[in-house]
């Protein structure tokens, strides 16, 4: 298995020096910084999506859904509303309809990992969020990281997820250090005593049944740093700017009100937001002894033979399935029970 693994590293390593491309050689050399700066990882924990396979496009698993949810039955729900809508809106044939409603029933009475409807198969995908670390804390966005080309500020328009149509190919080239990565993540199981003894076996046997790793595309976010480490503050967007935008807009609207600042704090954090966006591309903003920092965030999916990893069985879920939407008819008709 190392073997075979070595052999992927070199070919990677051909490939880099056969293209000749500066730019690649650039990002290679920024991952290469950064794996020396931030050695460590931060596991944040398990996220969820969605996945398809539809055999007319071919036997390759892709994301229709963000991985990026807490818990299974987060994703269930909207693999539930996105069948749903399906039935509603892209189709006037009632047989098409039946069948992409049987599988929205199964939805609402069943915590099901898996269904099938007109021949695609769409399966609750599990993977792990992570950052790296160092000596001085959560790696921050890179030099070479993409940046939006309008770059405005104070209306936070969230760009597609780049998740959506991304194939889970173990094999395909994401570079010479992201090949490394997914080589040291072969064996990565869950080991800290702080995880029950059936999470740390649950992580073991998953690491033996879906040893392949896809590492998914890189997001940013915000965090913040507090007397026990690092903790995230909103969710994850697609580039550092949108992250920015994020905080900034945290700092002078969202918290002010969320957290009932009295006038005097809401200056401070306002002040601070918009020093912070005066600098452009500043990834840190203090308030009083608050700091806060955009992070990088990464994520990882293992595939086995039959494709990309369910939940598992300890996964813990909040709330079971529930009917969300209205009755609909093979006509298409809603009622309202």
Partial sequence: MVDDWKRRLDALHAELVRRDDPVAWVTEADAVNASRRYPYMALRGPVFGIAVQEPTVGPDWRLLLPVVNGMPQQARDELHSHLWFKAKDDTDDPAVRRELLAAVAVLEREPVNEVEALGVRYRVVRGDE???????????????DREPVDRTWGVLSRRPSPDTGFVLDPDQDGGLIAGALKLGLRDFAYADSRFPAEVRADSKGAAAAYPDIVLLPV?????????????????????PHEARDLLYGAMTDTWPVLYKLDEREKAEYIKAAEEFKAAGHANEARVGDRLYRICRIERLVRCGPDGPEP?????????????????????????YD
């Fill in 130 to 144: 992570f950052a790296r670390s160092g000596e001085d804390g959560l790696e921050p966005p890179r030099p070479t």
């Fill in 219 to 239: 997001g940013f976010g915000v965090a913040e740093r507090n007397e026990k480490g690092w903790r995230p503050r909103g969710a994850m967007m697609a580039t």
């Fill in 311 to 335: 939940p598992r069985r300890t996964d813990v879920d909040e709330y079971g399935p529930s009917k969300m939407h209205p009755t609909m008819s093979e006509d298409g008709s809603l009622h």
